[in-house]
């Protein structure tokens, strides 16, 4: 199974970025995909949850109202549109899947991509 993270970058305070997650190697019906982000110094965060099946969804309450979380089950490809970026909001983002419901926890998911550094400056 791979998951390949794309879509980072350095955008003003205010501005937007799309992240996509490109999965292959096994059907993800009934998986969850998720993003995490990690900021220099800090833990592991989750950012939104996002169900391959029917499109349910949770996010953090950190970027609710500013992200939001889609799938394209015809490619096989998760998205984060992320608008009004904040400094706060820099990271390297990550994509992940399990098959465990929609977890906030970097436990639950069995499978990770390699990261995409989203940077918010001026």
């Known amino acids: 199974v791979q998951l390949q993270a794309s879509g980072g970058g350095l955008v003003q305070p205010g501005g937007s970025l799309r992240l996509s997650c490109a999965a292959s190697g096994r059907s993800f019906g009934g998986y969850f995909m998720a993003w995490f982000r990690q900021a220099p110094g800090k833990v592991l965060e989750f950012v939104s949850v996002i169900s391959w099946s029917d499109g349910n969804t949770r996010e953090a309450d950190s970027v609710q109202g500013r992200f939001t979380i889609s799938r394209d089950n015809a490619r096989n490809t998760m998205y984060l549109q992320m608008n009004n970026l904040k400094p706060k909001d820099t990271a390297v983002y990550y994509c992940?899947?399990?098959?465990?419901?929609?977890?906030?926890?970097?436990?639950?998911?069995?499978?990770w991509g390699q990261g995409t550094q989203v940077t918010v400056s001026s």
């Open positions: 992940a899947a399990g098959p465990h419901g929609l977890k906030l926890t970097s436990r639950w998911y069995k499978y």
